[in-house]
């Protein structure tokens, strides 16, 4: 049987936690400072546009962050550390890190302020902590009448349930759906093993095979991430 909302066990280490940070990114994006600035975090870095590099990489240009994201709990969900930190390439400057919520839109900074303990006792934890963009029901795929056709967030609310129908077989479409944006959340262990790697590989074989643009599977992505690791529909 499917649980859409997951169960999960609490445990709290001894000593410090483990904790690594999981990045997409592309052949030009700079993504040193990880090491430079956050050394005693352990990081897996995926280059998404460059499929013959020696780098680590994913196999296919598709579907952003989700690809990388999903990549990394398929291969290591026998050896996850106690937290995993899904993070975006940019470090800061209100350009492309506009949706970091820290001084100078910094992830270094997010990062050395973030409570592990939190996140352990909670499972999962949205790096925004700014309700806009994403709250609080920006989704309704039901809506009546529908959107403007040339709203993007539209397209999305259209395309929602057959998402959702291929991830979450025998669940009901929620009438609407709230999560801050923008993709960027830190994970424990347990939370991750809530669901089977089975059900991971389903939600990578959706994001493989869909005909949306990656923006859009991106946005939908962008709308699950919090239900898949076992949050409300409305956080």
Not at 126 to 140: A, D, F
Not at 169 to 187: D, L, T
């Amino acid at each position: 049987m499917f649980f859409l909302f997951t169960r999960r066990d609490v445990i709290i280490p001894r000593g410090p936690p483990t904790k690594t940070i999981v990045m997409a990114k592309t052949v030009t994006e700079d993504t040193e400072w990880v090491q430079q600035e956050l050394p005693d975090w352990e990081s897996t870095i995926y280059v998404v546009n460059n499929q013959t590099t020696e780098l680590l990489h994913t196999t296919i240009n598709k579907g952003r962050e989700g690809n990388a994201y999903l990549n990394y709990i398929m291969e290591n969900y026998d050896n996850l550390r106690d937290i995993t930190v899904f993070l975006h390439a940019h470090r800061n400057g209100s350009l492309y890190a506009w949706h970091n919520d820290a001084p100078g839109h910094d992830n270094v900074l997010t990062l050395k302020a973030l409570q592990l303990n939190y996140v352990l006792k909670e499972g999962y934890v949205n790096l925004r902590c700014r309700t806009k963009p994403g709250c609080p029901v920006p989704i309704q795929p039901f809506r009546d009448p529908p959107g403007d056709p040339s709203n993007p967030e539209t397209v999305v609310e259209q395309n929602l349930p057959e998402a959702w129908n291929y991830m979450f077989p025998g669940v009901p479409v929620p009438h609407a759906i709230g999560v801050a944006c923008c993709a960027q959340f830190a994970v424990s262990k347990q939370q991750i093993r809530a669901r089977p790697r089975e059900e991971y590989e389903r939600i990578f074989q959706w994001l493989m095979e869909t005909t949306l643009s990656d923006w859009y599977s991106g946005r939908i992505m962008e709308y699950l991430w919090h239900i898949i690791f076992g949050q409300g529909v409305q956080q």
